[in-house]
């Protein structure tokens, strides 16, 4: 113990691990996290344009001091933890499983009924006395020893040790003496296999009946507002679009990690019956939330830390020591290594190491490790930012120019609001280290000095576009506070100085290749604007979509691109460490070829911002918002990520935006975000022995923005089982939505979009018979069944069907594309929103909705399905599918309303400002209710900002895509939820009489497929 001190120099907020008294301070309300500055806002969200956790006009005089408050408080009083609020919850997530009861159904709250529920339901367990502990302290229980490596007792206990018992749920931890509840079992228990009936034993379908994503995505918000996630002990993450607090047991959160099955069959043969695929899907720098404890970063100085010397697998919970400590036994190839003397610790008797909880990286399911020299490629540095600024007419005319450069100045310095918020104390919004640098760009090339000593910037023009070659050594990079003077009035300035020139088109490769100069001896991130299809010089862009390739085999062309130019600035910005992100704008609607010039985004692990007929008055906002958020959401650059599995699996395809060099190889990111996820498959290379769990591991080694070289390892278990009934049990619908959507995305350059479509609707059919075949009993041959965690599998689906990545009839390329490489980056939880909006009607809120409850947390109304049979007379809806968020009105919408909401002299839908993009502060109730479930909206979102589109029944454009994102209906050519749930049980009804045809057979079997996980005939 005497060399603790030398493994446990925690890069930040390390804790003395015999300093606080933690045991002892059972009532205090809130971990020791640091709040962050928004309080409930989170860091990779800081873009948000809102001032941050003020929530208005409190209609509780007895509510804590708001900016104390979070939605989320990481630990609920006592008194809420009551039995009847999860009955509540348990019974309303429950009531649509039961088989006695019509899906979809919200069971109304009965006293008699609770305890029949408890026994039955899973997502129901409650955080509370799973352990035999005293009431009292359970309700605080997750307080501090969220912080395992203070030492807190209640951990310490060697049941909770995972590496000891398998997953799901420590056997031992309801011993004879200390027998488990029926809740406690049902806590531990998957959903039942039972399945819900979504139709009538004559096969209708009831529209009312069938299982509702909003009713799957409030009852869950609802519970998790009052309990916490505990990794070890539930098996079934929230949905995605749930906001939550997770524990760390030693599994990772969801948010870093999701599996499609939690518990994984032994062979391939028994997941095939499932027709699931096995995948995980990965976002390693996923934002947390308030009550979150922030994730540790490990020294281990210049050893680095501990690894498997056969398959280089990172020390983990899962590791097992031996001979006293001598030993440690890799949990994924089970190689028994030599446990290195500086590392080296006593076991206790049960085997567990007696400073296993002082240690994070053996008791939490993510940490960050720094690394020494030999893991560098070059020397690691802050990040450099380097915006490359497109002056070109087009964008000076339509105000973009202004747009970005107000938008990087924001993100640099914070707008006006932050100003009167710091009191004009100066915030760093950028991590100490890194710098910033400017090049903008029409027919030739403006490198600018902005060093801190100059009155002004000094612009030095690269007028040879065929070689370019960067003109200046020092001042190109500088600290953006040290320069802020010069940066400012260089940003401000710089619309004024180009509207004299005008030059109409842009030359876009030329300047990628002068970035690539720039920054290759240190890596960075490109961010940069185009306001026009890059039609001069080198790598000069054409209109290749007229439109009239739609359904065509041409079409597939224009969804990727071949141009020699753009690929190679692609590869070497990654060899480099670099990545871009664009913002683009096509102010009069024009063609980009987002296909050639995203494909560097998706190479590098950039992302593309796109602004389809950018219109200043109402984009603006949302230009810079996105612009701040990209900034300071956490970056890293220069990455390798490599998962590794346990013996009998291996990975067989990843998807997403990155760039692979070979299969094997580690997949490589110019940079990573907060915001981005990939898809892993896994297929079988064995059997998997059913008595030991399956673990999983994936390493992302990044430099941070503040120049670290790390980690992040995050490692997820399963438990196995022998058939895969009970891998039904344990099914997580958003991950297996979110590889099926990411592998689908993936195949559009291989197959025509309609193909895909096909190939996805048997997909579903396949996964629900497969389901009725081999996993349900009693039901009536015609009815269709559901699988309980599977029942908004189909309408999420259906969603994807109609999203403008996959939907039938025409749809422009370059935003077919842009969504296509957007699925295949986003999270679970843009996902979720994407493929299935939030919709929330306003005109009818109850008194308290829209305000926090006694606990801090905000009442917000349930959603409303995406039906336009849902929607009221004379009422108005917030459409947010996370990249637009619609304020549709009625036409017979209340003066009334329209006045709370909009202010005095706004009484008709005609006195609106069609361009009107955010809310106006005023007093009215509504309005701060209104305001309130909109800054809610935006920090359960992704990556994209939440600014308000007005579609006034009968005059606005967006009326259509109002129309297009209500998704039960019939659009984008596509069937309604209760037509296609038709259809697919005419298809389970054939594939069980066995005289199924599998639609388009013959085009979609004509490629062998390496794509294990999802291999069906169809997908070819
Ligand atoms: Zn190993």
């Known amino acids: ?34 709040a962050s500055p928004g309080g409930y806002q989170q860091a990779g969200s800081a873009a948000v344009g809102h001032t941050p956790n003020q929530y208005i006009g409190t209609p509780n005089p007895n509510t804590p001091p708001i900016q104390e408050q979070g939605y989320f408080p990481p630990q609920p009083p006592p008194a809420k933890q009551n039995e009847s609020g999860m009955n509540n919850i348990t019974s309303q997530m429950g009531a649509v499983g039961l088989g006695v009861d019509p899906a979809g159904q919200q069971r109304p709250h009965k006293k008699k009924d609770r305890h029949a529920y408890h026994n039955i339901e899973g997502p129901g367990g409650s955080s509370q006395a799973f352990n ?131 518990n994984i069959p032994a062979s391939a043969d028994a997941l095939a019956s499932t027709c699931l695929p096995l995948g995980l899907v990965l976002q390693p720098l996923a934002p947390l939330q308030e009550g979150e404890q922030p994730i540790p970063v490990l020294d281990f100085g210049e050893t680095g830390p501990p690894r498997c010397r056969r398959c280089r697998a990172y020390i983990n919970p899962f590791m097992t020591f031996r001979s006293g400590g001598n030993k440690f036994v890799c949990n994924m190839c089970t190689f028994p290594n030599d446990v290195p003397p500086e590392y080296f610790a006593p076991t206790d008797p049960s085997g567990v190491r007696v400073d296993r909880m002082q240690r994070p990286e053996l008791t939490l399911g993510t940490v960050d490790f720094m690394v020494p020299k030999e893991y560098w490629s070059k020397e690691p540095v802050g990040l450099r930012w380097l915006f490359v600024i497109d002056v070109t007419a087009e964008g000076i005319n339509r105000g973009f120019l202004d747009g970005f450069c107000e938008g990087i100045i924001n993100a640099l310095y914070g707008d006006e609001k932050d100003k009167s918020q710091d009191e004009g104390a100066s915030q760093r919004k950028l991590p100490p280290g890194s ?18 000593g100059l009155d002004q910037a000094q612009m030095m023009v690269m007028p040879d576009i065929e070689d370019p070659f960067v003109p200046l050594s020092e001042g190109l990079f500088v600290d953006p506070e040290e ?66 390739l739609h359904n065509t085999d041409a079409e597939k062309k224009l969804l990727t691109t071949e141009h020699p130019g753009y690929r190679k600035v692609a590869t070497k910005m990654v060899e480099s460490g670099i990545g871009i992100d664009f913002f683009m704008a096509a102010p009069s609607g024009g063609y980009l070829d987002i296909a050639t010039i995203g494909h560097v985004s998706a190479m590098t692990g950039g992302e593309v911002y796109y602004y389809p007929n ?150 579903t059919v396949d996964i629900l018979a497969g389901y009725r ?20 599998f189909s309408m999420y689906i259906l969603g994807l069907l109609k999203s403008r990545a996959f939907k ?37 809120l109850d008194e308290k909705d829209g305000f926090p409850n006694e606990n801090g947390h905000l009442n917000m109304p349930d959603g409303v399905r995406a039906s336009f049979s849902k929607v009221e007379e004379g009422g108005a809806y917030l459409v ?76 606005d454009g967006a009326e259509y895509e109002f129309a297009r994102l209500l998704y039960e209906d019939r659009n984008n050519e596509a069937q309604s939820y209760v037509d296609w749930l038709v259809h697919v049980h005419r298809h389970i009804q054939l594939e069980l009489a066995g005289q199924r045809k599998k639609e388009d057979s013959d085009s979609l079997s004509s490629t062998a497929s390496t794509f294990v996980g999802l291999r069906t005939p169809y997908w070819g």
Request: proline share 8%.
């Open 1 to 34: 113990m005497s060399d603790f001190s030398m493994y446990h120099a925690l890069g930040q907020g390390s804790p003395n691990p015999n300093g606080p008294q933690r045991k002892n301070e059972p009532n205090k309300f809130r971990p020791p996290v640091a």
């Open 132 to 262: 035999g502990m005293p009431q009292s302290g359970t309700a605080t229980q997750f307080l501090n020893q969220n912080t395992p490596q203070l030492g807190s007792g209640q951990w310490a206990s060697p049941q909770v040790t995972p590496a000891m018992s398998q997953f799901p749920a420590a056997a031992p931890m309801y011993s004879p003496a200390n027998p488990a509840s029926n809740m406690q079992h049902a806590a531990r228990q998957g959903t039942p296999l039972g399945g819900s009936p979504a139709s009538t034993s004559q096969g209708r379908v009831d529209p009312e009946h069938i299982p509702s994503i909003p009713k799957s995505r409030d009852a869950p918000a609802k519970y998790y507002l009052e309990h916490v996630y505990p990794t070890m002990e539930h098996h079934l993450p929230p949905p995605a679009l749930v906001p939550f607090v997770a524990y760390d047991q030693g599994n990772s959160s969801p948010k870093f990690a999701r599996l499609t099955l939690n």
């Open 435 to 452: 710098k910033v640098g400017v090049i903008t760009y029409d027919k030739e090339i403006h490198f600018y000095n902005i060093s801190p």
């Open 483 to 548: 320069s802020k003077a010069v940066i400012t009035s260089l940003l401000t300035q710089l619309p004024h100085m180009f509207s004299e020139v005008k030059n109409p088109e842009p030359s876009l490769l030329p300047v990628l290749s002068s970035a690539v100069s720039a920054l290759t001896a240190t890596g960075g991130k490109v961010i940069c604007s185009l306001a026009a299809l890059p039609t001069w010089g080198p790598g000069r862009l054409f209109l290749r979509d007229d439109g009239n």
């Open 614 to 763: 950018f219109h200043s008055p109402r984009d603006t906002l949302k230009l810079s918002n996105e612009i701040k958020h990209t900034v300071s959401r956490e970056t890293g650059y220069q990455a390798l990520m490599k998962v590794r599995c346990s013996n009998g699996l291996q990975v067989s395809a990843y998807h997403g935006n990155f760039y692979h060099h070979t299969f094997g190889a580690d997949l490589e990111f110019g940079v990573v975000d907060a915001d981005k996820a990939i898809g892993v498959m896994f297929s079988y290379d064995g059997k998997l022995d059913p008595k030991l769990d399956a673990h999983f591991q994936s390493a992302l080694l990044y430099t941070t923005a503040s120049g670290q070289r790390r980690v992040r390892c995050s490692n997820i278990v399963a438990s196995v089982s022998e058939g895969a009934a009970e891998a039904m049990k344990f099914v997580d619908q958003d991950a297996v939505v979110s590889i099926i959507a990411k592998e689908a995305a993936a195949r559009v350059t291989e197959k025509p979009i309609k193909e895909i479509r096909g190939a996805l609707t048997e997909k």
């Open 773 to 792: 075949k081999n996993f349900t009993g009693n039901n009536p041959p015609g009815q269709l069944v559901l699988p309980e965690n599977l029942k908004e």
């Open 808 to 844: 039938g009839g025409k749809e422009p390329t370059d935003r077919r594309v842009h969504d296509v490489r957007m699925i295949k980056s986003m999270g679970p939880l843009e996902m979720s929103l994407y493929l299935y909006p939030r919709i929330i009607s306003i005109h009818n």
């Open 880 to 955: 947010d599918n996370g990249q637009v968020c619609i304020l549709w009105l009625h036409s017979q919408v209340s003066p009334n309303l329209l006045e709370d909401l909009f202010g005095e002299g706004h009484t008709s839908l005609k006195q609106l400002d069609a361009f009107v993009s955010s809310l106006p502060v005023l007093e009215t109730h509504l309005n701060a209710q209104v305001r309130n479930i909109i800054q809610y909206m935006q920090t359960n979102r992704g990556s994209k900002s939440l600014t308000l589109q007005l579609a006034r029944q009968g005059l």
